[in-house]
């Protein structure tokens, strides 16, 4: 039985795996889905069609099987939130009622791109806004995340507090990615919506906002990156939050410090250029390696990884039309996740030892 607010932590938005003929892999999906939601791994819970699944560019059918897949293949109890962003009320409606059927507990959805007045932030807009999140609140039989999805309409904090007291227990949280202060959203939030309380969830949409947005007053974080270094975000959550707990300085200061260094590996994702070509490669070279996805025998310094040309690896190239990236952005992207995999048994000695090596290389 999930909880009516998705609970606080890690929340991972998976990629999804085709093959050469362009057909969703699902015996792969299967073992990667097992692999991210192991408690081993420790993530909160899964956002299936995320921009990260693609899933503008799957089929209806497509997410039907899909998200059944993730339902099928995660623990009991796991919990699983659905995307039903769509242009139209009517087609978001239909996501939800295929939401229902697979076996999502939540579901997320922003305002339709292009729905918004010219003048931003006018009278118009938000009664625009509103009347879509009304619509959408009153025909959801599922409780309800409101997203301003990257490159989407920034919803306002004010706008989304009033949503939440106008539809109270049927709206149940945010997850903040657009704009230029989601810290500043987070702390606007967590004012009205204490939480000790745990009636509302405010989840940052980016994994280098988690440490200030817990500070803020976040649950977590619906990311990505989840998919690439799952658990050394896991990791730096539970620090952050029991140094808190009990006062511990050390342990905020090492997930702060650990944080720096992920940011280092995302940022390296952000400026390829890629997108989500990107972050599928990253995911192939270690978490698809351990999901048993991609196969052969992996190599580093100390931790076993996938490298360019490993059977398995074909199915994290993003569906066509969209571009792979060059052979040369792969390589900075494998020489940065191999940078960041010490961390796994270490996180805050590795962090420490893998930058007096950097120091070192950078004197030789």
């Known amino acids: 039985m999930v909880p009516p607010v998705p609970p606080s932590g890690i929340w991972a938005s998976p990629i999804t795996l085709f093959n050469l003929r362009d057909i969703i892999d699902f015996q792969s999906q299967i073992s990667y889905f097992q692999y991210l939601s192991s408690p081993k791994i420790g993530l909160a819970g899964?956002?299936?069609?995320?921009t990260e699944s693609e899933a503008s560019l799957l089929t209806r059918q497509e997410r039907r099987d899909l998200l059944r897949c993730a339902r099928d293949s995660v623990p009991l109890g796991f919990p699983i939130m659905a995307g039903v962003s769509a242009p139209s009320v009517r087609q978001v409606r239909e996501h939800i009622i295929d939401a229902i059927a697979s076996g999502a507990n939540y579901v997320v959805v922003s305002p339709p791109v292009g729905s918004e007045p010219n003048k931003k932030g006018s009278k118009q807009q938000n009664e625009t806004v509103d009347a879509f999140f009304d619509d959408i609140a009153n025909y959801s039989q599922l409780r309800i995340l409101i997203s301003d999805e990257d490159g989407g309409i920034d919803l306002t904090s004010e706008l989304i507090i009033r949503q939440a007291l106008r539809h109270k227990g049927k709206i149940v949280g945010a997850h903040l990615r657009s704009g230029s202060n989601v810290v500043g959203k987070i702390t606007r939030l967590a004012r009205e919506f204490l939480p000790s309380r745990k009636e509302f969830a405010i989840f940052a949409g980016q994994s280098d906002y988690l440490v200030g947005g817990l500070a803020a007053g976040s649950s977590g974080c619906i990311t990505a990156?989840?998919?690439?270094?799952?658990?050394a975000l896991v990791w730096q959550y539970h620090e952050y939050v029991n140094g808190e707990k009990n006062n511990d300085k050390v342990k905020r200061?090492?997930?702060l410090r650990v944080s720096g260094m992920l940011a280092k590996v995302e940022e390296q994702l952000l400026e390829s250029g890629g997108?989500?070509?990107a972050i599928k490669f990253a995911a192939s070279l270690y978490t698809g390696w351990r999901a048993g996805v991609v196969k052969g025998t992996g190599t580093t310094r100390r931790y076993?990884?996938?490298t360019a040309g490993h059977k398995g690896m074909e199915l994290f190239l993003p569906r066509k039309?969209?571009?792979d990236i060059s052979m040369e952005m792969k390589d900075k992207i494998w020489k940065a996740v191999n940078w960041a995999l010490d961390l796994e048994r270490d996180p805050v000695a590795d962090y420490d030892l893998l930058e007096k090596e950097k120091a070192e290389g950078s004197r030789n």
């Open 304 to 306: 076993p990884m996938a």
């Open 225 to 231: 990156f989840g998919n690439v270094l799952p658990w």
């Open 46 to 50: 899964f956002f299936v069609f995320g």
């Open 275 to 277: 997108g989500i070509a």
């Open 321 to 323: 039309p969209q571009a």
């Open 253 to 255: 200061a090492d997930a």
